[in-house]
C-alpha cells in the first residue's frame, strides 16, 4: 500500500521543485504543460487499474480461506485490514482520478502556486489499523514454530522466497508490487526527480572547489621564483631546489590523504616537484577567475601568430669567409631549417667595413657591398650542401675587436628583423652578442628566443693577465645577459659555463661533404685499397688557447717515448709565430703548414687527427675526422663526450695514455662506420635535436606549454595565462638595468667595448644603406 502511495507524493514533490525553477525553464513550458497532463491522465488510467485489482484481490480473499492452521477459524487479520481500508482508498481514488483533477491542477499552476496532495487520510489509515491490530492475535506462519509480529515492511515484503504455495496464495499483493516497480523503472519523470533530489542534496565534500593555497606553499614558490636573485647571490640551484622540494612535500602529502577533486588530484600526482608546484599556483588562481596580463616589464606586442605563418631570425656573430664556428653552423642550421614548409628562415650576420675585413678576412677576401658577401655565402653552401636553400640573409653593423678578437655588434642588432618577422629568435652565442646590446629587449620583440652557446669564455679569459678576476666578472655578466634576453639557452656540452634556462645538447652537424669522403674511403677499403697512407695531423687557428700549448707540453714531455713520430700542423692564426718558435727551440718534430679547408683533398689520405685542445666547447674538427672515418686522439674532457660512442674515437686521461693512444691508432686500422653512426653526425640528425631541446617542434605545431588536470573533463590550464611570475619579473628588471648601463659611454668603455659602438657609424649607413642613428631614433628636449 505504501508504494500506492509514491507515485503521488513523487509527483507532488516534483512540481513543487519544477515551480522554483519556472523562470529558467520559461521557454520550454509548452512541452512541461503537455507533459504533466500526460502523467495526470496515467495516474487517473493507473487508478482505476489499481480499483480493479482490489476488487480481484477481494474475491479472490472470499471462501474458501488461506490454508495457514492459525486462519481457519476466521479470516485472517491482514485481509480485514484491507477491508476496512477499501472505502478510504475508493474516496481518494475518485478524488485525485476524476476528469477534473488534470485541469484543477493546470489552473493553479504558476511560479509562487504551490501543489500539495493531501494524504493524510491514508497515513493515518495505516497508523489507526497497525496500531489497533497491536493487542490482536499474533499470526503464526509456520506450523510447530513460535509465531512473530508482522511489521508493516516485513508484511509488505512477505512471500518473497516463500514455498510455491504460498507465492501463490498472495500472488494479488505481488502483482501489485510488481507493477509499481515497473511503472518506477520505466518512468521518465520518476527517474528526473530522483536526479533533481541527488543534485539538491549533494554532499558538500563532492564539490570541486581548490583547497587555498597554505603557507609552506606560498613560501615553496616565492623560493623558487626568487632562485634568479639567489642565483647572482652565489646560492646554488640545487639548494632552492632542495629548499622547494621540502616546503611543498608536507603540503603534498597532506593533500594526497584527503579526497581531493578531480582537478587538484591529478596536480599532486607522483612528478616534477617545480612542475607539480606550478600547476597548483594556476589551478588556484584560475578557481578565483584570475588571468594574468603581463607586469611592469612585459611588452606585448608581438609577432601575430593567427596566420599559422611562422618566421625563425638566426642572429650571428661571424660570416664567411671566416672559417670559424659561429660562422659556419649557424650557416647550415639555417640552410636545414629551411627545408621545412612550417616556417620562414633569416640568416642575420655581421657585415664589416673594408678596413676591419682586411684583418679577419683570409687571403685578402673583401666584399664592396652585402649583396656580394651573400652571393659568396649562398655558393660555398649550395657546394658542400647539394640544393640550393631558401632562406634570407640580411647583415646588421659590426666592429672587429682586436683585444677580444670578436665582432662585436654596432647599436640595437634587433632592430634589423623587421616587426612582421619577429616571431622566434635563435641566438648563436647569446652572451656574446648581448654583452653590450643597447637596444629591445629581444623576449619583449620576439614570441621565443633561444640561446646557443658555441665558446667556452671563462677558459680563454683565464689565460689572460688578471684572468681570475676578469673570469669572476664574465661568469656573472654571462648568467645577467643571457636570463634577461633568452628563454631558452642550449650548451652544446658541459664544458661550457652553467647559464640560466639552459640544458646540453649537440646541435651541430657536419658538412655533407665529409660524410661524403667517408663513405668513398670505406668504398676503397671494401675493394682492397689502401685509403690512408700518411700518419697524423692537427688543424686549427693558431692561436694558444686552441690546444697547441697543450700539444707542445705533450710533445716535449715525451719526446723520447714518440720518436720518429711526425705530425703535420694546418692553421693561421695571431699566435703562429710563437708557436713556431717554442716547437723549434724544443726541437720537435713539427711541420708547420698554412691553413687549409678540412676538405681539401690534400687532408683525405691522413690516417689519425690529433686534438689536444681542452679549451672548446664542441670542436668541429673532430667531428669532421670522425665524419671522413679516421682516428681521432683526443683528451678524455667533456668538450668530448658525444664523441666517446664512436670506436674511432680515442680519449686519454693522462699523458702517458695519450702516447698509447697516439701508438694504437698508429698502428691499427679505423673501423668503418655504420649508417647509424653516419647519420648522428648528419644536420639533419642536428636539426632534429635542436627542434627538441629547444621546444621549436611543440611552438611551430602550436602546442602551448601546459598540464593535464582532470581525466574527465581533459580541462587545461596554462601556466604563463593564469599566474605572475616573479622570474619573468627579475628578469625583466635586469634587462633594464642592463639597457641603462649599457647606455652610458663611460661605462661601456670601462667594460672593454669598442667605442662607438653604442650606434653604428656612417661607413656602415654607407655600406647598409641606413638612415643616420640621429634620424633613425631621435631624441626630442626643449
Not at 493487542?135 to 509456520?142: A, G, K, P, S, W
Not at 699566435?575 to 717554442?582: G, I, L, P, T, Y
Request: with cysteine; charged share 30%.
Amino acid at each position: 500500500m505504501v508504494s500506492e502511495m509514491e507515485p503521488s507524493t513523487s509527483s507532488s514533490s516534483a512540481f513543487s521543485f519544477l515551480s522554483k525553477g519556472w523562470r529558467e525553464v520559461r521557454d520550454s513550458a509548452d512541452a512541461d504543460l503537455r507533459l504533466m497532463k500526460d502523467r495526470a491522465n496515467s495516474f487517473k488510467n493507473l487508478a482505476t487499474s489499481f480499483d480493479r485489482e482490489l476488487e480481484n484481490f477481494f474475491n479472490s480473499a472470499a471462501p474458501p480461506p488461506f490454508s495457514v492452521p492459525a486462519m481457519r477459524s476466521a479470516p485472517p487479520p491482514e485481509i480485514e485490514f484491507v477491508k476496512k481500508l477499501q472505502p478510504k482508498l475508493s474516496e481518494i481514488r475518485r478524488a485525485y482520478s476524476s476528469p477534473d483533477f488534470s485541469k484543477k491542477v493546470l489552473e493553479k499552476w504558476s511560479p509562487k502556486a504551490k501543489i500539495r496532495i493531501d494524504l493524510s487520510a491514508i497515513r493515518n489509515a495505516i497508523v489507526s489499523e497497525v496500531e489497533e491490530g497491536e493487542d490482536d492475535e499474533v499470526v503464526e506462519f509456520e506450523r510447530g514454530k513460535k509465531g512473530r509480529r508482522l511489521s508493516l515492511k516485513e508484511f509488505w515484503d512477505w512471500g518473497e522466497g516463500k514455498g510455491e504455495r504460498e507465492a501463490r496464495d498472495w500472488e494479488p499483493i505481488r502483482k501489485l508490487k510488481s507493477r509499481f516497480k515497473e511503472f518506477e523503472k520505466n518512468s521518465e519523470f520518476v527517474e528526473k526527480f530522483k536526479s533533481s533530489l541527488k543534485s539538491m542534496c549533494k554532499d558538500p565534500q563532492e564539490s570541486k572547489e581548490v583547497p587555498p593555497l597554505d603557507v609552506p606553499e606560498l613560501l615553496a614558490y616565492f623560493v623558487k621564483q626568487s632562485g634568479p636573485l639567489l642565483d647572482q647571490l652565489g646560492v646554488r640551484r640545487e639548494i632552492c631546489d632542495k629548499i622547494v622540494e621540502s616546503l611543498y612535500s608536507k603540503r603534498k602529502n597532506h593533500l594526497l590523504l584527503q579526497s581531493l577533486s578531480g582537478e587538484e588530484s591529478s596536480v599532486v600526482g607522483n612528478g616534477n616537484i617545480n612542475d607539480e608546484l606550478d600547476l597548483r599556483i594556476a589551478s588556484v588562481l584560475q578557481s578565483t577567475g584570475h588571468r594574468y596580463d603581463g607586469g611592469f616589464w612585459t611588452h606585448n606586442a608581438k609577432h601575430d601568430t593567427s596566420d599559422n605563418e611562422r618566421h625563425v631570425a638566426i642572429v650571428t656573430t661571424a660570416s664567411l669567409p671566416w672559417m670559424t664556428g659561429t660562422a659556419v653552423n649557424p650557416l647550415f642550421r639555417a640552410a636545414y631549417l629551411s627545408q621545412s614548409s612550417k616556417q620562414k628562415v633569416t640568416l642575420l650576420v655581421p657585415w664589416l667595413c673594408k678596413s676591419d675585413q682586411e684583418i679577419v678576412y683570409p687571403s685578402n677576401v673583401t666584399f664592396t657591398s652585402p649583396e656580394e658577401q651573400e652571393a659568396y655565402i649562398r655558393n660555398w653552401l649550395e657546394e658542400r650542401t647539394g640544393f640550393k636553400a631558401d632562406f634570407k640573409i640580411s647583415f646588421y653593423p659590426g666592429k672587429f675587436s682586436k683585444s677580444r678578437r670578436s665582432i662585436i655588434p654596432a647599436g640595437d642588432t634587433s632592430q634589423f628583423i623587421p616587426s612582421r618577422d619577429a616571431d622566434i629568435a635563435i641566438l648563436e652565442e647569446p652572451e656574446h652578442l648581448n654583452w653590450y646590446h643597447h637596444g629591445m629587449r629581444w623576449t619583449d620583440k620576439f614570441n621565443h628566443v633561444v640561446g646557443i652557446v658555441h665558446t667556452n669564455y671563462l677558459e680563454y679569459i683565464k689565460r689572460e693577465k688578471n684572468g681570475a678576476l676578469q673570469a669572476f666578472l664574465v661568469k656573472h655578466i654571462n648568467n645577467w645577459v643571457t636570463r634577461a634576453y633568452c628563454n631558452k639557452v642550449l650548451r652544446l656540452s658541459a664544458s661550457t659555463q652553467d647559464l640560466p634556462k639552459s640544458v646540453i645538447c649537440n646541435v651541430h652537424g657536419v658538412n655533407p661533404k665529409f660524410l661524403k669522403i667517408g663513405e668513398k674511403i670505406a668504398e676503397e677499403r671494401e675493394l682492397g685499397q689502401k685509403a690512408f697512407t700518411k700518419g697524423a695531423y692537427f688543424l686549427g687557428k693558431m692561436v694558444w688557447a686552441k690546444g697547441y700549448k697543450e700539444l707542445i707540453d705533450l710533445l716535449s714531455k715525451h719526446k723520447t717515448d714518440l720518436d720518429g713520430f711526425n705530425l703535420d700542423v694546418f692553421g693561421n692564426g695571431e699566435d703562429a709565430n710563437e708557436v713556431q718558435s717554442a716547437a723549434r727551440r724544443l726541437d720537435l718534430n713539427l711541420n708547420f703548414q698554412k691553413g687549409r679547408d678540412h676538405a681539401d683533398d690534400s687532408l683525405h689520405r691522413y690516417k689519425v687527427f690529433i686534438n689536444p685542445s681542452i679549451s672548446d666547447v664542441l670542436c668541429t674538427a673532430t667531428a669532421e675526422a670522425l665524419a671522413m672515418g679516421k682516428f681521432v686522439v683526443c683528451a678524455d674532457h667533456p668538450s668530448n663526450e658525444f664523441f666517446r660512442s664512436f670506436p674511432n674515437c680515442l680519449t686519454y686521461k693522462t699523458s702517458d695514455d695519450f702516447v698509447a693512444k697516439v701508438k694504437e691508432a698508429l698502428e691499427n686500422e679505423p673501423y668503418p662506420l655504420t649508417p647509424e653512426q653516419r647519420y648522428q653526425l648528419s644536420w639533419e640528425a642536428a636539426t632534429q635535436r635542436f627542434m627538441e631541446y629547444s621546444e621549436l617542434d611543440k611552438i611551430l605545431n602550436n602546442e602551448k606549454d601546459s598540464a593535464k588536470l582532470s581525466s574527465d573533463n581533459r580541462k587545461l590550464i596554462t601556466k604563463s595565462a593564469s599566474m605572475p611570475n616573479l622570474t619573468e619579473m627579475v628578469d625583466g628588471g635586469l634587462a633594464f638595468a642592463h639597457y641603462c648601463l649599457t647606455g652610458n659611454e663611460f661605462l661601456r668603455l670601462c667594460t672593454g667595448a669598442i667605442p662607438g659602438t653604442r650606434d653604428y657609424d656612417k661607413q656602415h649607413c654607407k655600406d647598409l644603406n641606413l638612415l643616420p642613428p640621429q634620424v633613425e631614433n631621435p631624441i626630442y628636449g626643449w
